[in-house]
């Protein structure tokens, strides 16, 4: 059986990093639907991610995307994230919403258009250097909608001539992750579609190219945790974007949609004992209905909870049953660790830790919501700016 100091230990090391853009407003192509107290600057959402970070203790850190977060001065905001209490995290680039990249950003058949594209990677790459940020986090929207209106192979040669430039002028302690994702906006061929192409182009780059797995960005039916083991015994997983679907990308709460699935995958992370070994386990969730921050930090707790009955799992006797080809004894062992309530133990770690063991119920008690709502009156609420 697991050690249970040390299952406590390895939650209590889970830290798991929340996008700026979940406390703005976000929506469909039909409708975004405003809230009342929702952030207005990159400061603001900082202070709602530091909330979630108050409650869970879990949260220490906030990505950022570029432009939605620009800001005059970087290490100023580093500044005032640190004095909230958390630390900025991944830098998103957004290649994705120019006039200009309409036929594609860095795979795009005009040169100008692709340095354009290039210039603003770099520019993302100046900004880590003034937040002290580890990780450039690539998600390229480009791709084509009909087949023939361009040629595939050479727009993964313009992918590789601008991943590398961007790769060389990382500093010693950055690191690039290549998301991929299957369709959307591009409808018939998407130019970093699968983890196999991210994990080709990661291989070609360098040791600091590694995968980024947005669990939302799959065919229905994939496997996702296959390529979680095979990307850790290849040492190029580099980070999550976690959160749930029932259909396509439909960036629902980590856990909501697929519980089973989220254990299965903090599984293989557990049994490649890389719970901290760098991994970034982010979110990556659009609120388009209901409230953002407890709607976040109920994402943290789902994330934990998966955790915690993967850390469960009896090792030794799954290990056993294997080897014996005991098909149900092995998937029983399985099943035990996921069928196990978890939620006392975490509110125990809670307890002890200072915290409230209901986060959720903490926050709603805390007032900040309503606080928000009253201060947050005027001034252009923050959103995809799409
Ligand atoms: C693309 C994506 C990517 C982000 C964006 C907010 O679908 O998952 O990670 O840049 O969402
Ligand atoms: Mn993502």
Known sequence: MPNPANVRAALR??????????YGNSGTRFKVFAQAGVPRTPQEKIADAA????????????????????????????KYTHDQGVRIGAINS?????????????????????????????????????????????????????????????????????????????????????????????FYATDVPDWGTSYAHCVELGPRA?????????????????????????????????????YADDDLMAGAADPFQLFRIMYEIVRADSLSSGIAFMLDQCHNIEAKIPAVIRSVLNVQEATAKALLVDRDALRAAQLEGDVLGANAVLMDAYNTDVRPLLAELRTEDGLDPDPVGAYRRSGYGERVVAERVGGQQAGWNA
Not at 61 to 78: C, G, K, N, Y
Not at 106 to 133: E, F, Q, W, Y
């Open 94 to 186: 957004n290649v994705f919403q120019d006039d200009d990249y309409k036929l594609g950003s860095v795979t795009n058949p005009d040169p100008r258009v692709r340095r354009k594209a290039v210039r603003h990677l770099l520019d993302c790459v100046d900004i880590m250097d003034a937040t002290g940020s580890r990780d450039l986090k690539l998600w390229f929207s480009d791709g084509i909608n009909y087949p023939g209106q361009d040629d595939l192979r050479d727009r993964q040669d313009r992918l590789a001539e601008a991943l590398r430039e961007v790769y060389d002028r990382l500093g010693p302690h950055q690191r690039m992750l290549l998301e991929y994702k299957l369709f959307e906006p591009a």
């Open 210 to 246: 590694t995968v980024c797995i947005d669990t939302g960005h799959h065919a229905p039916g994939t496997n996702i945790e296959f390529i979680v083991a095979f990307l850790l015994r290849a040492g190029r997983l580099g980070a999550f974007d976690f959160n749930s679907r029932f």
């Open 51 to 78: 909330q979630v970070h108050r409650f869970t203790g879990s949260a220490p850190s906030v990505a950022l995307h570029i432009p939605w977060d620009r800001v005059d001065d970087f290490t100023e905001l580093a």
């Open 13 to 22: 090391s889970l830290e798991i990093e929340t996008p700026s853009w979940a």
